[in-house]
Structure formats: structure tokens, C-alpha cells
């Protein structure tokens, strides 16, 4: 069975950062993609990055670009986001997402194959 579990969220000031990670446990296979989405109160969940695990290509939100990283730690199995630069606006329940192809979906998360609970990021002005 897989299964995603998402931590790290917490409260931060406006221009700080947090790291979430999402543990990955369950697949028989390496070639599957991880995706971080999130949701603002009284808004659609949204993605916000993906990374494959095949060849680590990467894909970020635009309003998250040259702030947020994804990366991945094959061995751990953990896939982090490293946010930086916090604003306001990033305040949100995030959500770790899988799916068993290489390829990063722009699928909206129910369609993805497998998801995690999410973690509250609050960033203050």
C-alpha cells in the first residue's frame, strides 16, 4: 500500500522559510512522480510543484518560481519543498500527491493516484 505523510508546516513571518518534506513508503517501482499541491482557505487546491523520480525533472507554479525547491532524497524516500521568501499568500494546507509514471501530471490532485493529509503552512505579514 502507498503512502504519503507531509510534515514541516508551521507558522513563519512574511520573507522566512520552512522546508516540508513527504515521506513515501509503498511503491514496488522507482518511476513515479511526486507532486506538492496546496489549498487557500476558500479556494480550489492547486498544484504547486512535481518532481519525476526517473530523471529528477522538475516543475514549479509560476508564483512559486525562484522561491520554492523540490528535491528528493531516493534513499530516505522523502521529497522536500524547500520554500523561501514566504508571503501572505502562500498560506495554505499543503499536500503531498504520487503517481506511478515517471512524468509529472498537471492533473488536479483527484486524479492523481495516491494522496497524503496535509500540513498547514501560515505565514504572517
Same mark, same amino acid.
Given at each position: ?27 514496488? !517501482? ?10 487557500? #482557505?476558500? @479556494?480550489?487546491? @492547486?498544484?504547486? !510543484? ?14 512559486? @518560481?525562484?522561491?520554492? &525547491?523540490? !528535491?528528493?532524497?531516493?534513499?530516505? @524516500? ?9 508571503? #501572505? ?15 509529472? !501530471?498537471?492533473? #488536479? ?12 503552512? &501560515?505565514?504572517?505579514?
Amino acid at each position: 500500500e502507498v503512502q504519503l505523510q507531509a510534515s514541516g508546516g508551521g507558522l513563519v513571518q512574511a520573507g522566512g522559510s520552512l522546508r516540508l518534506s513527504c515521506a513515501v513508503s509503498g511503491f514496488t !517501482s522507482d518511476d513515479n512522480a511526486i507532486g506538492w499541491f496546496r489549498q487557500a #482557505p476558500g @479556494k480550489a487546491r @492547486k498544484g504547486v !510543484s512535481c518532481i519525476s523520480s526517473t530523471d529528477d525533472s522538475t516543475w514549479y507554479e509560476d508564483s512559486v @518560481k525562484g522561491r520554492f &525547491t523540490i !528535491s528528493s532524497d531516493k534513499i530516505k @524516500k522523502i521529497v522536500y519543498l524547500q520554500m523561501n521568501s514566504l508571503k #501572505p499568500e502562500d498560506t495554505a494546507e499543503y499536500y503531498c500527491a504520487a503517481d506511478a509514471h515517471y512524468w509529472c !501530471s498537471r492533473d #488536479p490532485i483527484h486524479e492523481w493516484d495516491y494522496r497524503g493529509r496535509g500540513t498547514l503552512v &501560515t505565514v504572517s505579514s
